[in-house]
């Protein structure tokens, strides 16, 4: 994996969310990053936008890897990460990051 890049923790702390075979999404943060880092407890489909949902169409990631995403450049407000389950409940955590 690529190095990362976290930004300030005051301005852009890291979020965790809960879900199960419904969505969990994080408090959203203020637009600003290119980036976040995201890892889940258990397999998951995940999405990053504004006020986005994860459904099962949702990109699949692997259980405890980091996976860093791009935030989609039509972001113009708040932003978050959302993530449902693919077996079994779990928490999701996220991290925005600036890409270089």
């Known amino acids: 994996m690529e190095l990362l890049n976290p930004l300030a923790d005051s301005n852009y702390p890291a979020y965790t969310a809960s879900y199960t075979g419904t969505a969990g999404s994080t408090t959203a943060w203020q637009p600003g990053p290119q980036g976040v880092v995201i890892w ?5 489909y995940v999405t990053v936008g504004e006020g986005v949902t994860a459904t099962t169409s949702s990109t699949p990631i692997p259980a405890n890897t980091p996976i860093p995403f791009t935030v989609p450049v039509t972001v113009t407000g708040p932003w978050r990460v959302s993530a449902i389950q693919i077996g079994s409940a779990g928490t999701v955590y996220a991290k925005p990051i600036n890409i270089r």
């Not at 889940?40 to 998951?44: I, L, Q, R």
């Open 40 to 44: 889940c407890t258990t397999a998951a």
